[in-house]
């Protein structure tokens, strides 16, 4: 698969990310099959969360890998910390215990990236800066960044927080693209010119964050897929059209619409299902035209002023 560098660490990754939030749902000898079908196309990129399963999709991660030094030298690891039941925590003691927690379960001595999950409306950057520097000086995590954050967020932990932040991670989709129908619409009189997020994408373009675009099929917040989706008969028709002519399916021009974005997206998959996942990592050699990229764009409903 097509690499690319992870912000502005030395890191080299996948163009595309696989999402283990949903490893659970699947027996010892699928989740087996699916990591080493992950790695055998090149996808050896995995994103987790501490949440995610209560923290079980990390161990059923590291069991389904068999995870030993040197298994670990051929996969980046990414994970996220920061969401409790009930509340957000970015307190330094939160973020240092949640890390040796996802430790623990991924069988690892250390992160290739450590996420903070949602922004916490009682963050303390100086807490933060803390709980980074002691995890960088330990060698229990690399590389840094957010997931679901604006600009301005990002600014106030940069006032204390040393590291840079080289990713994050956001939702983001054909369907569900006003982080960029907000920038073509700017100054307008209509509902595509609010600004929801502070130009963030804008934002991480000019200080070289990777966008990590998450639910990268969804519509609305977890209401379903656009694909094959009778709710968006438009929008499916110009993709499977698209599809047809590069000869891949409609799953793969829905991650190639993301990557021919020139901010060097790294969507993260969600799905299971390993035929699926051969399709996502097809789009890493599939580089939409300009036309095309905007005839979906409209498909999806998004207007052009």
């Not at 100086?126 to 840094?144: C, I």
């Not at 967020?153 to 983001?172: G, S």
């Not at 519509?219 to 989706?229: I, P, Q, S």
Request: glycine share 6%.
């Amino acid at each position: 698969m097509r690499t690319m560098k992870l912000g502005t660490s030395s890191l080299e990754v996948p163009v595309v990310a696989v999402g283990c939030m949903r490893i659970n749902s699947l027996d010892k000898a699928g989740a087996e099959r699916f990591v080493q079908t992950s790695l055998e196309q090149g996808a050896n990129f995995f994103d987790h969360a501490d949440i995610y399963g209560g923290g079980t999709c990390e161990e059923i991660f590291a069991d389904a890998i068999h995870m030993n030094d040197t298994v670990r030298e051929k996969i980046i690891l990414q994970s996220k910390c920061g969401i409790r039941k009930g509340m957000f925590d970015f307190s330094k003691e939160h973020i240092l215990s949640s890390v040796d927690g996802i430790l623990k379960r991924l069988k690892t001595d250390y992160l290739d990236i450590l996420l903070l999950h949602r922004p916490d409306a009682l963050v303390e950057p100086e807490e933060v800066a803390e709980a980074f520097d002691q995890l960088e000086s330990s060698g229990k995590v690399r590389h840094f960044g957010v997931s679901n954050q604006n600009p301005m967020q990002i600014q106030l932990l940069k006032k204390a927080v040393r590291q840079p932040i080289v990713a994050n991670q956001l939702q983001l989709s054909i369907t569900n693209a006003t982080m960029i129908s907000q920038g073509i619409n700017n100054n307008m009189l209509n509902d595509s010119a609010v600004d929801r997020d502070g130009s963030i994408l804008d934002f991480c373009r000019l200080n070289d964050i990777t966008v990590q675009p998450w639910s990268p099929f969804q519509y609305g917040f977890f209401e379903g897929v656009f694909l094959d989706n009778e709710k968006f008969p438009e929008l499916n028709a110009k993709i499977d059209e698209i599809a047809a002519k590069y000869s891949v399916t409609n799953t793969t021009i829905a991650i190639a619409w993301l990557l021919r974005h020139p901010a060097h997206m790294q969507p993260v998959t969600g799905t299971m299902n390993i035929e699926r996942l051969k399709d996502c990592i097809k789009a890493s050699d599939v580089h939409l035209t300009r036309e095309e990229w905007y005839e979906i764009f409209r498909a999806a409903g998004n207007i052009l002023p």
